[in-house]
């Protein structure tokens, strides 16, 4: 590895534009809004996210995505999920995205088609060698891995080799990467979680405790997996790093959107306002427009992320979804089809 593009300088973008160049690497980054990129050339500086955290003066700011991606060995895609393909097809235009190693960080599902982020850059960008395609995953929130405290992630792809040289192009004494082949399943855990992460937001909302918060978890948990076995997943991934970790992460951190934005909602603010007043994209907000489709192709029950739905897209409110999901019929815990 040579040089890399990092497309979308958010925070995430930012913080991974930062690692890669203090690690050596010739790091360019693509913005797509001018007035974004020129606050970037001029300050070096995401103010209102992550104050302080310097873009360091050697990475390369541009709303060209011809120079941006030009002559790179990687392509880091950092944009919102429901952007995703719109940038694709502008890197398609570039006749790059052919011989590179292109590694997604973003935690989605594209509305309407239900794909993973990996599904849609393929398919966007008519990629040719998917073995080359990979998803970056796992607890990381951007406000701790750009301040090096200790983060570990997973990076997930069906080529042992690639996965491997992304793991050793990332991978710092603070930033500690493992290896995944089960792609689908690191990608369904990203996008589910933020659901349930909503659901826990909610919750510390309404003033509950623990012990709810924990339910939520453990229960919210069992939902994800129900799922992503249904669609192919492997079990072991929702108990790592990208499922578990991540869930741990979403549901509690003061730094996660999903559950802040779920808080608000619980506080009597629109998702309007609630949106306003994080200033960031909520990615479990699109996720649970997908919902219900979700649960009704694949056939498994999803009691939490429904109750989301309602809450959010169809006015439900909070304290009646509590009570609803507390007075649903009686049954045991651990359910034989999860396994099956």
């Known amino acids: ?19 890669l160049h203090n690690k050596g690497f010739e790091v360019a980054g693509w913005e797509f809004d001018p007035q974004a990129a020129r606050q970037l050339q001029e300050c070096r500086e995401l103010k209102g996210k992550l104050p302080g ?33 719109a940038t694709c097809e502008t890197l398609k235009r570039t006749e790059a995205a052919q ?18 982020m990996t599904e849609v850059i393929a398919e966007a960008t008519q990629l040719k060698q998917p073995e080359r395609l990979v998803a970056l995953s796992g607890p990381s929130h951007a406000e701790e891995v750009s301040r090096d405290i200790p983060t570990s992630v997973v990076v997930a792809g069906c080529s042992e080799l690639v996965t491997r040289q992304v793991q050793e192009t990332f991978m710092t004494e603070r930033f500690r990467i493992y290896t995944n ?6 990608e369904l855990a990203a996008a589910l979680k933020n659901v349930i992460a ?12 623990d012990n709810a918060k924990a339910a939520l978890i453990a229960r919210g948990l069992s939902e994800m997996m129900r799922l992503g076995i249904r ?12 499922g578990l970790g991540d869930l741990v992460a979403t549901c509690t951190s003061r730094h996660s959107r999903n559950r802040n934005f779920g808080e608000l909602i619980a506080k009597g603010l629109s998702k309007e306002q609630a949106l306003q007043r994080i ?5 479990g907000l699109e996720t649970a427009r997908s919902i219900l489709l979700l649960q009704e192709r694949c056939g498994v029950e999803m009691p939490i992320s429904v109750e989301v739905y309602r809450v959010l897209l169809q006015g439900k409110a909070p304290g009646d979804a509590v009570r609803d999901l507390m007075l649903r019929d009686a049954k045991p815990e651990m359910e034989v089809q999860l396994y099956q």
């Open 231 to 242: 669609m192919g997943a492997k079990p072991y991934t929702f108990t790592g790093l990208a």
């Open 53 to 85: 955290v310097q873009l360091p003066e050697g990475v390369q700011v541009s709303t060209d995505m011809s120079d941006i991606v030009s002559g790179t060995d990687l392509i880091v895609f950092a944009v919102p999920s429901q952007t995703m393909r």
């Open 99 to 116: 011989r590179q190693i292109l590694v997604s960080v973003s935690k989605g599902l594209e509305q309407g088609t239900l794909k993973t």
């Open 198 to 209: 909503i659901a826990a937001g909610i919750s510390d909302g309404l003033g509950f405790g």
């Open 279 to 283: 200033g960031m994209v909520v990615e």
């Open 181 to 186: 082949d089960d792609l689908s399943g690191v």
């Open 1 to 19: 590895m040579n040089r890399i593009a990092v497309l979308g300088l958010g925070s995430w973008g930012l913080t991974l534009a930062r690692l």
